[in-house]
């Protein structure tokens, strides 16, 4: 089975950007949609943005639109998300995913094979 490894994390402060690549192995991401996630303290997960595999179209929460954007390196096997102009509100792990089937909608059931996670703090 495949697997995928987060990484980019850390602390920083509102208004900095951050790049969190999600690589893959066991499976070419190319083939599948791709989401990102995140789960901040005491509230549900989410979807932040996501990418479809047919046609490359994207979603994007309400929340990071305009700010946040997902990309695939195909010749790297990886996914990645840019995060400009953060806010404390950012503040969360941040999860890369891969679903099973087509998915309906960039939510956390769509989706089966996880990483595990990366750290991102916005504070000053």
């Known amino acids: 089975q495949g697997q995928l490894v987060e990484s980019g994390g850390g602390l920083v402060q509102p208004g900095d950007s951050l790049r969190l690549p999600c690589a893959g192995s066991?499976?070419?991401?190319?083939?599948?949609?791709m989401g990102w996630f995140r789960q901040a303290p005491g509230k549900e997960r989410e979807g932040v943005a996501c990418?479809?595999?047919?046609?490359?179209?994207?979603y994007y929460a309400d929340s990071v639109k305009g700010r946040f954007t997902i990309s695939i390196d195909n010749t790297k096997n990886t996914v990645y998300l840019q995060m400009n102009s953060l806010k404390p509100e950012d503040t969360a792990v941040y999860y890369c995913?891969?679903?099973?089937?087509?998915?309906?909608?960039?939510?956390?059931?769509?989706?089966?094979?996880w990483g595990q996670g990366t750290q991102v703090t916005v504070s000053s």
């Open positions: 995913a891969v679903p099973g089937l087509i998915p309906l909608a960039c939510v956390p059931a769509e989706y089966d094979i």
């Open positions: 066991g499976f070419t991401l190319e083939h599948y949609a």
């Open positions: 990418i479809s595999s047919n046609d490359g179209s994207t």
